[in-house]
């Protein structure tokens, strides 16, 4: 299974980027990698998928090197209402089993 | 809008007390999952099922046993509460395949006593 592994917490000023990396070294070939942003009290929320390369949509673009064992979700000039967790979740058929495999999750905290 | 519902936000029960815990998403999906989420362990997958009357063990299932009568509805049932099972649960469902994207609910915070 395609184990997932993310910083626990992170810190940053209103307006600047930020970049959370993901490492998921096991993901297999027909594997697809999720962001999911969580505020408190409420269930996961999806942000952007992708499975090579670059993935680019109205909130975050999604960095997929060519070896896939990482990915890295960049969200631009990041606002005080982002403060949540951010998931990276490997999906797919990998193994011919279904594969769901959250990561534990980074802390966002972002500061005035 | 698309919706997952779970009924109950909070729950309190006794060990040992049967606990159901119901999920109704109104998107036609046809898959269902119900995940726990524990302080430092992220969200965990405890039961999916992908068709009316299938399912598939997560990664935490003892304890814990599913019903999926209609394809709208997706139940977890906890036969014999016990403390260790006190957590936020999460219902989420997605569209056929191994890649939809997931529509959760807002969660059920279950404490056993």
């Known amino acids: 299974l395609a184990k997932t592994t993310q910083p626990i917490s992170m810190d940053s000023y209103e307006g600047q980027e930020v970049n959370i990396t993901c490492s998921h070294n096991n993901i297999a070939t027909n594997d697809y990698i999720t962001w999911y942003q969580q505020f408190p009290s409420q269930g996961p929320r999806f942000i952007i998928q992708?499975?090579?390369t670059k993935v680019t949509n109205e909130v975050a673009s999604l960095f997929i090197p060519a070896d896939r064992k990482s990915s890295t979700l960049s969200l631009p000039r990041v606002s005080l209402s982002d403060t949540a967790v951010y998931y990276c979740l490997v999906e797919g058929s990998g193994a011919g089993s279904y594969q769901l495999t959250f990561g534990k999750g980074t802390k966002l905290s972002v500061i005035p | 809008d698309v919706k997952v519902t779970q009924s109950s936000r909070y729950l309190v029960k006794r060990t040992g007390e049967k606990v159901f815990l119901e999920c109704v998403q109104d998107?036609?999906?046809?898959?269902m999952f119900w995940y726990r989420q524990d302080p430092g362990l992220g969200l965990r997958l405890i039961y999916f099922?992908?068709?009316?009357?299938?399912?598939e063990k997560g990664d935490i299932p003892e304890g814990y046993s599913v019903s999926r009568e209609k394809k709208e509805r997706f139940s977890l049932i906890l036969e014999s509460a016990s403390t260790n099972q006190t957590s936020m649960y999460l219902c989420?469902?997605?569209?056929?395949?191994?890649?939809?994207?997931?529509?959760f609910g807002e969660g059920s915070r279950l404490t056993v006593l």
């Open positions: 099922s992908y068709d009316v009357k299938m399912k």
């Open positions: 998107m036609d999906h046809e898959n």
């Open positions: 992708g499975y090579k």
């Open positions: 989420a469902s997605s569209r056929q395949g191994w890649t939809g994207e997931l529509f």
